[in-house]
């Protein structure tokens, strides 16, 4: 313990002397590779330094230490403004045992009854648990009465468990502590990260406080940069989806759409656009992006701090003086970043976006509704649309043949003799009878008539040559998965529908 706290005090020092203020130097501490035992200590710490307290006050009195003399050499150079100095004498005077530690017995009686340890430890177990069920979110919604722990489990939430508001007040604290946010500020929506080991595996965690009338809820995304996998082999479970993704990248230039909904897993195909290509070497990849979502070998990420004033369209120029020749935009809102990714598309570089919207035709229309004034920039800079839709796997454990409905079959054109599965439910998949998920795709390259369709801005055309473009189609993948009895009629409506 003695030579730990002198190491802090040492590190401390080093930060103060290059001007880093305190409460951002405790965050560098934090940085560090401290065991379990300094952890909380330096947490409790940095956090009464932010209501206020000064140093000498609970530095001594924390890592389960209380020497007077500590106390009292802090406080008389904490006092003259000498931090520094004061840090060095105290870090000596550990090394040579001039400086006592103090009783440490009493220290370690109040961190096993904290609270504040108990939170943090529940916090962990819940992200365990949500790793563990392979849930991509966490969501805490509290209630008057207590809060619901839900994790999203192959796209739907399923209650967990559920804790006291007390219980969650600790939680809320302990969880903006690890993110590094300002625990005083509840009345506003905060954002942060949280890198975390869990069950071996290096975690990322997105974490998003929102104040709602009941309190602030808590959203917390799974990122394990160690589990996604970008092999195109893997991603695509059909030749025709392979090939057609092999030939949009092929492009020297043009625009490049992935559109789905949220929750479509349109980023994962991104990222195995990008990585592919950064493989095939030879080019410049730059991506512009909010936030940066996984750090990819071979491309440079530009993050954006639109609060900052580091918007898209500014984060664009800048890119286009470092020479790249692939450019990501991770998403078009408004219509001047979309005029200068078009432009970028038609100077000869290949720019990849993606857009929330649910097919091809609406991507279009998209395009058009957000930089209507110049419908053949869009014509000239389109080159492909991918758009996807995660179908949910039927439950093997539970599930049933049956029989297909005359609709079915004759909506599916499957043989008329065709079994299909019935979803169900068990304890092996939540009783919602379906377990895991598997991407389906549209991909269309634009034509020369589409193009030439655009440009004229003749939505009518478009509509009926936006199905002659489409090289791969989504409707025979739901075939396909039926035929496999890999899903249910029921949950390909449900897609087809929403
Ligand atoms: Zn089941």
């Known amino acids: ?42 947490e409790r710490i940095r956090r009464r330094l932010m209501q206020g307290t000064m140093l000498w006050e609970v530095l001594p009195s924390d890592p389960s230490v209380n020497s007077p003399l500590m ?53 962990i177990q819940i992200m365990q648990d949500a790793h563990n069920r392979k849930a991509s979110d966490i969501h805490l919604i509290p209630t008057e009465k207590e809060t619901g722990i839900w994790l999203r489990i192959d796209g739907r939430l399923t209650l967990s468990s559920s804790v006291s508001p007390k219980e969650y007040g600790y939680l809320v604290h302990q969880a903006k502590m690890l993110a590094r946010l300002d625990i005083s500020r509840n009345l506003f929506p905060q954002d942060g990260r949280i890198k975390h080991k869990i069950s071996g595996d290096n975690l990322e965690m997105r ?15 799974i990122l394990d940069p160690g589990k996604i996998t970008l092999d195109p082999s893997v991603i695509f479970q059909r030749d025709q989806e392979l090939q057609a993704f092999d030939r949009i990248l092929s492009q020297p230039f043009g625009l490049i759409l992935f559109t789905g909904p949220t929750g479509s897993g349109k980023t994962t195909t991104v990222y195995s656009a990008l990585k592919h290509l950064a493989d095939k070497g030879g080019c410049c990849i730059c991506t512009v992006e909010d936030p940066v979502e996984y750090v990819l070998e071979g491309v440079s990420h530009v993050p954006l701090k639109i609060k900052q004033g580091f918007g898209y369209t500014n984060a664009i120029q800048a890119v286009l003086r470092n020479d790249p020749d692939i450019l990501y935009v991770s998403e078009i809102r408004d219509r001047e970043t979309l005029d200068l990714s078009l432009k970028v ?29 110049e419908p053949h920039m869009v014509a000239s800079a ?28 004759s909506e599916f054109d499957l043989d008329s003799s065709c079994l299909v599965k019935k979803a169900n439910g068990c304890p092996s998949c939540n ?14 390259e634009a034509s020369k008539e589409l193009k030439d369709a ?4 003749n939505q009518v055309l478009i509509a009926s040559l936006v199905s002659h473009s489409m090289t791969v189609q989504m409707k025979d993948s739901f075939r396909l998965m039926l035929e496999k009895q890999e899903t249910t009629p029921e949950e390909v409506q449900r897609l087809q529908s929403s």
């Not at 974490?207 to 995304?221: A, C, D, H």
């Not at 993606?354 to 004034?373: A, F, K, M, V």
Request: glycine share 6%; proline share 3%.
């Open 431 to 444: 009783q919602t009878g379906y377990r895991g998920r598997k991407a389906v795709y549209d991909f269309l």
């Open 454 to 457: 655009i440009r004229q801005n």
């Open 71 to 123: 106390e009292a050499m802090l406080r008389s150079c904490e006092n003259d403004a000498r931090l520094i100095e004061g840090l060095r004498i105290v870090a000596n005077g550990l090394d040579d045992g001039t400086i006592p530690l103090g009783n440490t017995d009493q220290g370690t009686v109040e961190t096993a009854v904290n609270p504040e340890d108990i939170s943090r430890e529940r916090l």
């Open 207 to 221: 974490i998003s406080f929102l104040p709602t009338v009941t309190g602030e809820k808590i959203t917390i995304r």
């Open 382 to 409: 389109l080159s492909s649309i991918v758009s996807q839709r995660l179908v949910r796997k039927v439950c093997k454990e539970c599930s049933e043949e049956v029989e297909a409905l005359d609709s079915t079959i």
């Open 1 to 42: 313990m003695r030579t730990k706290l002198s190491l802090v005090c040492k590190k401390l020092c080093q930060l103060l002397e290059c001007r880093v203020p305190l409460i951002k130097s405790f965050d560098a501490l934090l940085e560090e590779e401290f065991d379990v035992e300094m952890r909380p200590a330096l």
């Open 345 to 373: 598309a038609v100077t000869g570089h290949l720019v990849l976006t993606s857009l929330h919207t649910l097919n091809p035709l609406e991507s279009i229309q998209r395009l058009l509704d957000l930089g209507s004034t």
